[in-house]
């Protein structure tokens, strides 16, 4: 069943069917999964994983009610809110990603809009990072207008993140303050302008597996080059404190690994929060169908340290990717 559905992945038309069969294949048929999903991986990146990290920069009184964030206006979590990090943070961060030849320096800002007096200051930003860092720089920052994207893109930002988070008929469960629809028009918005974009989601919010399929099969239609894949970590003072995430065994976080490989084989597949919590003992697995991994922890949640993240990769036989600039 594995071999004869391989044909149909990464082409535009297949089935939503065809992609819940593999969400629901039989644990023992995974390491035939895994083995079909590696040769895919191989034959489009090699044997090699990129590391990012992420600096945020803007953190918690968003205006929005994303059930799952610490820094939404609902949350109660215990978390340094600020309103921007002082430049030092970011060179510093910038420079470490230079100098253990990371591949991505992801910054992320809490908050759904921006005045143009807030871009113009982080883009001022950013052209100075530029001047004194090599690294790529992916930015998460909510919606912007079309001119504000322009301004961060002429500052030299290369990559926009924007999560779709989960599939369409359970986003409302999630978040009531904006529509899944004012996500992907922005998405859309950044790749008019020539933005490469970084598109994915969260697993564990209390979807089923048709949500599951539902978003991973949008995200492919909006071919991003890279899909993170975060698996819940339930944190305190969150609405999704006492979320139930029993179900994200080893297996079943594997199989929505290989999922989105076989829908988007090209694309940077990164296993992003939770890798710590729900795949330890099984990195060896995840690497057979990602390419990508953060280190030193996420927005809110801890996470492994550089050295353990390079150390993880090179025990599993992989080799910890340096991207040239
Ligand atoms: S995910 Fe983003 S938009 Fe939603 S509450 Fe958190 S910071 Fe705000």
């Not at 919606?143 to 369409?168: E, M, V, Y």
């Not at 080893?250 to 919590?277: F, H, N, Q, T, W």
């Amino acid at each position: 069943m594995i071999k004869s559905l391989q044909k149909s992945f990464g082409q535009k038309c297949f089935s939503p069917e065809e992609a819940m069969q593999i969400l629901n294949l039989p644990d023992e048929d995974l390491p035939d999964l895994l083995d079909t999903v590696y040769a895919i991986r191989k034959k489009y990146k090699g044997t090699t994983v990129g590391i990012q990290i992420l600096t945020n920069a803007r953190s918690g009184n968003c205006s929005q009610n994303c059930a799952y964030c610490a820094q939404s206006r609902d949350s109660e979590a215990n978390i340094n809110k600020y309103r921007l990090v002082p430049y030092e943070k970011l060179l510093h961060d910038g420079r470490l990603a230079q100098d253990q030849n990371l591949a991505r320096h992801c910054i992320g800002l809490s908050g759904i809009r921006f005045s143009d007096k807030e871009i113009n200051e982080f883009a001022d930003y950013v052209k100075k990072l530029k001047k004194e860092v090599h690294t790529h720089i992916c930015c998460s920052i909510g919606f912007l207008t079309l001119q504000q994207a322009q301004k961060l893109k002429d500052a030299g930002i290369d990559r926009i993140n924007h999560n779709l988070n989960t599939g369409r008929n359970f986003y409302s469960s999630i978040c009531t303050t904006h529509t899944y629809d004012e996500r992907i028009s922005n998405i859309r918005m950044l790749q008019s302008i020539g933005f490469e974009i970084c598109c994915g989601g969260i697993i564990g919010l209390g979807e089923s597996k048709t949500d599951v399929v539902d978003m991973l099969l949008e995200i492919k239609d909006l071919h991003p080059q890279s899909v993170p894949v975060n698996f819940l970590i339930p944190l305190e003072g969150t609405a999704l404190a006492d979320a139930d995430t029993s179900h994200l065994s080893p297996e079943y976080c594997l199989k929505i690994l290989c999922l989105a490989r076989l829908l988007m084989p090209k694309s940077d597949i990164r296993c992003a929060a939770g890798r710590e919590v729900y795949l330890k003992g099984w990195e060896k697995w995840m690497f057979y169908a990602v390419d990508s991994i953060f280190a030193s922890g996420y927005l809110t949640a801890g996470g492994q340290s550089i050295e353990e993240t390079v150390k993880l990769i090179t025990d599993a036989g992989f080799q910890y990717k340096i991207e040239a600039v």
